[in-house]
């Protein structure tokens, strides 16, 4: 399995910026589709956005479609999260994720390996 290692989270105020990173290691990090899960106090963890194993095929939570955006470079083998507009309500941990199935790319279920998380608290 590949392993994951976030960065990147921090404070920010509501209407700011943030870019997550996940680096992964392995040399296998092409054949994964990736994604990222949050989960808030109390909340369950929930995809937000998920890309093909290729970068062919995005999909987006509607709490986020067109605030952030999902990247990847299959030379770094890095996944990215650009988020923009950051409202109190994106306040959470949020995690990367790797998913084997090419089948079903934005699948939660079929996400198997996981990092530790990193801390996004949006101000009002």
């Known amino acids: 399995q590949v392993q994951l290692v976030e960065s990147g989270g921090g404070l920010v105020q509501a209407g700011g910026s943030l870019r997550l990173s996940c680096a992964a290691s392995?040399?296998?990090?092409?054949?994964?589709?990736m994604g990222w899960f949050r989960q808030a106090p109390g909340k369950e963890r929930e995809l937000i956005t998920a890309?093909?194993?290729?970068?062919?095929?995005?999909y987006y939570a509607n709490s986020v479609k067109g605030r952030f955006t999902i990247s990847r470079d299959n030379v770094k083998n890095t996944v990215y999260l650009q988020m923009n507009g950051l409202k109190p309500e994106d306040t959470a941990v949020y995690y990367c994720?790797?998913?084997?199935?090419?089948?079903?790319?934005?699948?939660?279920?079929?996400?198997?390996?996981w990092g530790q998380g990193t801390q996004v608290t949006v101000s009002s």
């Open positions: 890309m093909s194993w290729n970068g062919g095929s995005t």
């Open positions: 994720a790797a998913n084997p199935n090419l089948y079903a790319y934005s699948d939660s279920k079929s996400f198997i390996s």
């Open positions: 392995g040399r296998t990090f092409a054949s994964y589709a």
